[in-house]
C-alpha cells in the first residue's frame, strides 16, 4: 500500500495538472504494449502500434520492466511543457543520478528474478538485463555496467560523472531518439484521443475542487485511492510512505496507467500523483442509434461539442480540438445560439457547458470512439 501524508498546508498546495504529460504517457504505455489486460480499451491500439514499431524496443525494454521500478529520470517535470521539453531534460539528466538510477534498478531486477526463482525453481536468475543497461546507453568507456566488477552496483571507474555532462548527455542520446522513435508509433497518432479523456477527467476533479475544496478533489479520485484524511491510501504492488512536507501535490491523470497510481521512487522529487483515467469496458450502445453528430453539425462543430461535454473554456476548447482562439469562439457562439450550448462568465474566462439539448444530441450522435479514433 501507498500512503501519502498530507499537512494542512500540503491540502493548500494540491493542484490538477493541465493535461496529459506527454513522458508519462509514452513510458506508461510501454508497461501496457506487452501485457493482454483491457483488450477493449488497448487492444486495437497494440495491433496498430506494435505493427509500426522497430529495434527501439530492445532499449526501452532494458529500462523499463513489464512491472516495478523504472528511473525516475525517465519522466522530468518538463515533460509537461511538451515532449521535447521532456527529452531536454532527460538529456541534461547529471551523470551521477542516472548512474544511481541505473544501480538500483539493477537491484530491483535482481530482487524480481529472485522472487520468480522461488516461485519456478528451474528458472535461473539472468544477468543479461543488468549488464545491458549503460552499455545500451552508450557507455563506451564502462560497458559492463558497474565500473568496478559488473555487480550493478555502479560504483568507481571513469564513468559519466569523470568526464563531464557533456558525455552524459551524449550517452543519452541513443535513449532519447528511442523514446522519439517509440512516441512517433505509439502516442503521437492517438495524442488527440489521449488529450480528450485526460482533460474530462480533470474538468471532473476540477469541479470536485471547485464545489468542496481539497478535501473533496481528493474523495472523488478513482476508487484505487481512498481518502482518510490527513492520508491518502492507494493500492499498490509495495509498502511506500510518502511524507508531502508542505510541498502540496500535483495530481496528474493518464490514459495509459492502469490499475494502481505510480509516484516517482525518490522522495526528494516534487511530489506527483499519477494515476488512471475512468475508461469504459465497451463502446456504450444505444437502442436507436442517431444520426451522425459529424453529418447533422459538421465535424469540426461536433469536436467541439464533445469538447464542451464536460466544462471548458474558450482557450481549453481551442486546445482540445486543435482550432484558434476565434474560431474556437466562433463555434461555441454558433451552438449557443442552437440552444446547445451555455456560457457563463468565470473570473476572467467564460466557461462553456452544454444544455440538456446539446447533451441529448452528444448522447443520440455520437458514435463510441475506440482508442484508434483520430481527429
Known amino acids: 500500500m501507498l500512503r501519502i501524508h498530507f499537512t494542512?498546508?500540503?491540502?493548500?498546495?494540491?493542484?490538477?495538472?493541465?493535461?496529459?504529460?506527454?513522458?508519462?504517457?509514452?513510458?506508461?504505455?510501454?508497461?501496457?504494449?506487452?501485457?493482454?489486460?483491457?483488450?477493449?480499451?488497448?487492444?486495437?491500439?497494440?495491433?496498430?502500434?506494435?505493427?509500426?514499431?522497430?529495434?527501439?524496443?530492445?532499449?526501452?525494454?532494458?529500462?523499463?520492466?513489464?512491472?516495478?521500478?523504472?528511473?525516475?529520470?525517465?519522466?522530468?517535470?518538463?515533460?509537461?511543457?511538451?515532449?521535447?521539453?521532456?527529452?531536454?531534460?532527460?538529456?541534461?539528466?547529471?551523470?551521477?543520478?542516472?548512474?544511481?538510477?541505473?544501480?538500483?534498478?539493477?537491484?530491483?531486477?535482481?530482487?524480481?528474478?529472485?522472487?520468480a526463482s522461488r516461485r519456478s525453481p528451474s528458472r535461473s536468475p539472468s544477468r543479461k538485463r543488468a549488464v545491458e543497461l549503460p552499455a545500451a546507453l552508450g557507455d563506451d568507456g564502462d560497458r559492463d555496467g558497474t565500473g568496478a566488477g559488473g555487480d550493478g552496483t555502479g560504483g568507481g571507474g571513469d564513468g559519466a560523472g569523470a568526464r563531464g555532462d557533456g558525455a552524459g548527455a551524449g550517452r543519452l542520446g541513443a535513449l532519447v531518439e528511442a523514446l522519439r522513435t517509440y512516441h512517433r508509433a505509439a502516442i503521437e497518432p492517438y495524442w488527440p484521443h489521449i488529450r480528450a479523456r485526460t482533460e474530462a477527467d480533470r474538468a471532473l476533479r476540477g469541479r470536485a475542487l471547485l464545489d468542496g475544496g481539497a478535501d473533496e478533489l481528493l474523495g472523488t479520485l478513482p476508487p484505487m485511492l481512498r481518502w482518510r484524511s490527513p492520508v491518502l491510501e492507494a493500492d499498490y504492488p509495495v509498502e511506500r510512505e510518502l511524507r508531502l512536507d508542505g510541498r502540496g501535490l500535483l495530481l496528474q491523470p493518464s490514459f495509459f496507467c492502469r490499475g494502481t497510481p505510480v509516484v516517482h521512487r525518490d522522495p526528494t522529487l516534487p511530489p506527483v500523483l499519477v494515476y488512471p483515467v475512468t475508461h469504459s469496458d465497451a463502446p456504450a450502445v444505444t437502442e436507436r442509434p442517431g444520426p451522425s453528430l459529424g453529418r447533422l453539425v459538421g465535424h469540426t462543430r461536433s469536436a467541439v461539442l464533445r469538447a464542451i461535454e464536460h466544462g471548458s473554456t474558450t482557450s481549453e476548447l481551442a486546445r482540445r480540438t486543435g482550432v484558434s482562439l476565434a474560431s474556437a469562439s466562433q463555434h461555441a457562439c454558433v451552438l449557443r445560439e442552437a440552444g446547445l450550448v451555455v456560457t457563463l462568465r468565470h473570473g476572467n474566462a467564460v466557461l462553456h457547458t452544454l444544455t440538456p439539448l446539446g447533451a441529448a444530441l452528444l448522447r443520440g450522435g455520437a458514435t463510441a470512439d475506440g482508442l484508434h479514433a483520430r481527429n
Not at 494542512?8 to 493542484?15: A, I
Not at 509514452?26 to 506487452?34: G, N, P, Q, W
Open 8 to 115: 494542512g498546508k500540503d491540502l493548500g498546495g494540491v493542484r490538477m495538472a493541465a493535461g496529459p504529460d506527454p513522458l508519462w504517457e509514452t513510458i506508461l504505455s510501454f508497461h501496457r504494449i506487452r501485457d493482454r489486460r483491457g483488450p477493449l480499451v488497448f487492444g486495437e491500439w497494440r495491433k496498430e502500434t506494435r505493427a509500426r514499431l522497430k529495434g527501439e524496443t530492445v532499449l526501452l525494454s532494458a529500462l523499463v520492466p513489464r512491472r516495478g521500478y523504472f528511473p525516475d529520470f525517465l519522466t522530468p517535470a518538463e515533460g509537461r511543457a511538451g515532449f521535447e521539453a521532456g527529452l531536454a531534460a532527460l538529456r541534461a539528466t547529471p551523470p551521477e543520478r542516472v548512474r544511481a538510477e541505473l544501480a538500483l534498478l539493477a537491484v530491483e531486477r535482481a530482487r524480481a528474478e529472485r522472487r
